[in-house]
T-cell receptor, first 112, second 116 residues
Framework: EPEVTQTPSHQVTQMGQEVILRCVPI?????FYWYRQILGQKVEFLVS????????KSEIFDDQFSVERPDGSNFTLKIRSTKLEDSAMYFC??????????FGPGTRLLVL | GENVEQHPSTLSVQEGDSAVIKCTYS??????FPWYKQELGKRPQLIID?????GEKKDQRIAVTLNKTAKHFSLHITETQPEDSAVYFC???????????????FGKGTKLSVKP
């Protein structure tokens, strides 16, 4: 069964550094999402993306965040200048156009 | 915006018993309600979902009920097994209404422990 994949699985960075989290959605899916989960808390919506454009974004997704689909398979989340509070698990999800979203395994980001 | 409340935050049952987790939502436009199971350190896995045109859906030992009038939905697990132990999240979405892309708003999760 096809699955969403994400790299890296873990990332440690210094505060103020840029990080790029990568996702490969399920191949026939066209709708992509990023969510984050701070340790022990609920999953929170960050941004949705379709047809090379952001569809919606939450209050969390400020100017420090950006998303891109650089080629036909990857979907990336960039954080330009990381803060301590960006430490979380970041999940990518994809959908083929109905409501069902499939989540990747996540990238655990630790900002020191 | 949508707000999803989930109860209880922790639930402990004996193997073979039933478990019920309840969620309420605030946005009457929400029309899609998935449940995800998350084992420690792993991705959320969709286990069952229900759309607003249906009142109940069942898949083997798992069932979900939806009361649109009261704006609440519940997950029912029967004959629980130790491998059912995990954190369960409910979520709500208004699908593709009004230009939205079905973004999921999650509850805070229920940690289910099934004791052998």
């Amino acid at each position: 069964e096809p699955e969403v994949t994400q790299t890296p699985s873990h990332q440690v960075t210094q505060m103020g550094q840029e990080v790029i989290l990568r996702c490969v959605p399920i191949s026939n899916h066209l709708y992509f999402y990023w969510y984050r989960q701070i340790l022990g808390q609920k999953v929170e919506f960050l941004v949705s993306f379709y047809n090379n454009e952001i569809s919606e974004k939450s209050e969390i997704f400020d100017d420090q965040f950006s998303v891109e689909r650089p080629d036909g398979s990857n979907f990336t989340l960039k954080i330009r200048s990381t803060k301590l509070e960006d430490s979380a698990m970041y999940f990518c999800a994809s959908s083929e156009g109905d409501e069902t979203q499939y989540f990747g395994p996540g990238t655990r980001l630790l900002v020191l | 915006g949508e707000n999803v409340e989930q109860h209880p935050s922790t639930l402990s049952v004996q193997e073979g018993d039933s478990a019920v987790i309840k969620c309420t939502y605030s946005d009457s436009a929400s029309n899609y309600f998935p449940w995800y199971k998350q084992e420690l350190g792993k991705r959320p896995q969709l286990i069952i979902d229900i759309r607003s045109n249906v009142g109940e859906k069942k898949d083997q030992r798992i069932a979900v009920t939806l009361n649109k009038t009261a704006k609440h939905f519940s997950l029912h697990i029967t004959e629980t097994q130790p491998e059912d132990s995990a954190v369960y999240f409910c979520a709500a979405s208004n699908g593709w209404y009004g230009g939205s892309q079905g973004n999921l708003i999650f509850g805070k999760g229920t940690k289910l422990s099934v004791k052998p």
